[in-house]
């Protein structure tokens, strides 16, 4: 098939110029730029419509949002958060940036989220929070985990950087938890360009995330905690607003691609794939071979085509020796990093080229044992 232009895993999905146009237009003639202004409020309120929550907290970027989602707590210093090995390295650096000790719990093999039945036992005095992950937009078992934290008096901080337009039981699964932390970043199902989002159903706790951005300073510009800047730009919610008009077909188009990948890389027994609950946005199309000599022999098979998936995750974190060198294996994700790979997917993608990719695949892992 050989693409002429290069297909990356994946590409922003951007409304039409034109539609951004009278929310730039609004910000030149106003010149108001940033600081909570006209276009940051009514995103949030837009963005929360969409989603079926009372308000969200729009940020910086999603790394910000674990951040302030963590510092908003009030957790000991020091403590104890438990989270999950099979992540992009942000949830765990946000841990540490933030003076907390990151504890791995390893993963569902099949869900690929932190699996609830080994959280127990990686409870210490020390423990004060769980911050899970839902991997490329499939919902942690949230209940389970919820329920754990309930019985013992922990904080839950869900990482939702991939959770936009996710469900659980008819509502967004932002709304499990503490405190739930998105990303609005190019990459992302719903982009700001850089940007994030933080939901706390706790009006203290959203009341705090808002000072914590904006230096600490409340509503009457006192100082009253130490904050930091993590502000969105008037610019970038001028972006988000234009797109967000586009979500339910964008979240449409992913869903169909990826049955269509579902049902043709199905055909070989040599593939496997994430375990989906039915609210998951398959934001991502993840799948793993059976060894990472497989995964190789297809990513330079598509190489050749010009055709560039990606190693979300690898390594597992847990294993980055620089930053956590003493942590404990987890070897249900150390080996699903080492043999997952995502597939191109996002709104412009031809399907003629979501068909094409299957084929070199299916054709690739055909000499695997
Ligand atoms: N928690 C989790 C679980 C996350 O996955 C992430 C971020 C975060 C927290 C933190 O959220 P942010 O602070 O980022 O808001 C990307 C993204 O930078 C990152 O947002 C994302 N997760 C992570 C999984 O992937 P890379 O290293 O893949 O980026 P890059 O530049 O290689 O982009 C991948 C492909 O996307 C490129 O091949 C082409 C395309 N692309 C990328 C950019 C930046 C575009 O078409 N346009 C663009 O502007 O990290």
């Known amino acids: 098939m050989k693409s002429e232009n290069p297909i990356y895993v ?56 674990i951040q302030l989602a963590l510092r908003a707590l009030g957790l000991p210093p020091g403590s104890e958060v438990i989270t999950t090995p099979f992540t992009f390295i942000a949830t765990l650096s946000s841990i540490l940036y933030e003076g907390f000790r990151p504890v791995f719990v390893d993963i569902d093999p099949e869900t690929f989220n932190l699996d609830p039945a080994k959280i127990e036992a990686a409870i210490t005095p020390r423990t004060a929070a769980i911050l ?34 996710v469900k659980v039981r008819g509502q967004s699964v932002l709304m499990y938890g503490d405190v739930s932390a998105t990303s609005f970043h190019a990459t992302k199902l719903l982009n700001t360009s850089e940007g994030g989002g933080i939901y706390a159903a706790d009006s203290q706790i959203d009341n705090t995330l808002r000072e ?4 600490g300073y409340d509503d009457a510009k006192s100082v009253v905690r130490v904050g930091t800047n993590a502000k969105m730009t008037e610019v970038n919610a001028a972006i988000g607003l234009a797109n967000l008009r586009h979500m339910d077909e964008v979240l449409a188009d992913r869903r169909a691609k990826y049955a269509l990948y579902r049902r043709l890389l199905s055909q070989s027994d040599k593939l496997s794939f994430q375990r989906i609950a039915d609210g998951c946005n398959c934001s991502y199309f993840p799948v793993v071979f059976r060894s990472e000599a497989a995964l190789l022999n297809v990513e330079a098979a598509l190489r050749r085509e010009n055709v560039f998936p990606r190693r979300y995750f690898q390594p597992s974190v847990n294993t980055c020796r620089a930053i956590v060198p003493e942590a404990a294996p987890c070897p249900f994700s150390e080996s699903l990093a080492e043999r997952i790979l995502c597939l191109p997917l996002y709104s412009t993608l031809p399907e003629d080229a979501v068909r094409a990719i299957a084929e070199i695949i299916l054709d690739a892992v055909k000499e695997d044992a």
């Open 212 to 215: 914590l951005r904006f230096f």
């Open 10 to 65: 994946t590409m922003p999905s951007l409304a039409p110029l034109d539609e951004v146009d009278p929310y730039l237009r609004q910000i030149w003639d106003t010149g108001i730029m940033t600081h909570n202004g006209p276009l940051v409020q009514r995103f949030e309120r837009d963005f929360a419509a969409w989603s079926g929550l009372p308000h969200i907290v729009a940020v910086g970027n999603g790394t910000l949002a």
């Open 132 to 165: 899970p992950v839902h991997v490329f937009g499939n919902p942690c078992d949230v209940e389970a985990i919820d329920a754990i934290a309930r019985r013992r008096g922990l904080k839950v901080i869900y990482d939702a950087a991939h959770a936009v337009g």
